[in-house]
């Protein structure tokens, strides 16, 4: 399993926000998103390829850290276009195709392995307990959508 975590340790603002996404294959992912654009689950899928313009305002930038299997493999610097259903993310236009409300207790679980992993990314092999609960987590929950996206 491939997992992309916004960089947010717990001393980061504002402290109650996450992204994380899970990627199902290189051009699909479902995402759990706490941040400016919303408090939700999400389908995205890979549409295109543009570069980023030189000459348009970057909406945001930060580091994101992918976990494959448990285990750390490297971080990367995201520059980020807001474009509604659309997301210009290093030169690749994701676009969202649906969106679910995200209970408040899948939030404060979330918002916790965020933090834990953004703290101790270098160091996951400490936390393999964790890991493997946040992994089981995030397949029930993918799975959960993916039966009730079908019905």
């Known amino acids: 399993m491939e997992i992309h975590v916004d960089y947010n340790p717990k001393n980061h603002k504002p402290k109650n926000h996450f992204f994380v996404s899970v990627h199902q294959t290189k051009k699909e992912c479902i995402s759990f998103d706490k941040t400016i654009k ?60 649906w969106e679910k409300p995200i209970s408040k207790e899948l939030t404060k679980k979330i918002l916790f392995y965020s933090q834990l992993i953004s703290g101790n990314f270098q160091h996951l092999d400490r936390y393999k307990k964790e890991m493997s609960d946040f992994e089981e987590m995030l397949k029930e929950q993918i799975k959960k959508l993916t039966n009730r996206v079908k019905q």
Do not use: A, C
């Open 38 to 97: 919303g408090h939700r689950i999400i389908k995205q899928v890979l549409v295109g390829k543009r570069k980023l313009p030189k000459n348009k305002k970057i909406s945001g930038s930060w580091i994101t850290i992918i976990i494959k299997n448990k285990k750390f493999m490297k971080t990367y610097k995201v520059k980020w276009i807001d474009m509604n259903k659309k997301d210009l993310i290093n030169n690749e236009i994701w676009e969202t195709i």
